[in-house]
């Protein structure tokens, strides 16, 4: 798990599981959206990765936001026990 902060705040967080390769959790404060904040905490966490590939079940929201840091969808959009995300893969190696 990393944190980004300013100021002392906390302003971003991003955490992974299986050793580095699923995205478990990853938020950025909207106050502090479109300011690279996001993009340096999934650097960092995809720098330690041990994965050759990185997965994330994004919400229909953050789809977008993981497509900008390349990602691709898997499939379309899943709904299991209510709730609806996008199985999303990065490559880090090309």
Do not use: W
Not at 4 to 20: D, K, P, Y
Not at 49 to 67: H, L, R
């Amino acid at each position: 798990m990393y944190g980004a902060f300013m100021n002392g705040e906390l302003v971003g967080v991003i955490a992974t599981r299986n050793s580095g390769n699923h995205i478990a959790l990853f938020f950025v404060d909207s106050k502090y959206h479109r300011q690279g904040i996001g993009r340096k905490l999934f650097e960092k966490a995809a720098a330690v990765s041990t994965a050759d590939n990185i997965t994330v079940n994004s919400s229909p929201f953050a789809v977008a936001v993981y497509q900008k840091l390349g990602f691709v969808p898997d499939c379309g959009e899943m709904l299991t026990d209510g709730l609806r995300y996008t199985p999303m893969t990065y490559c880090k190696i090309v």
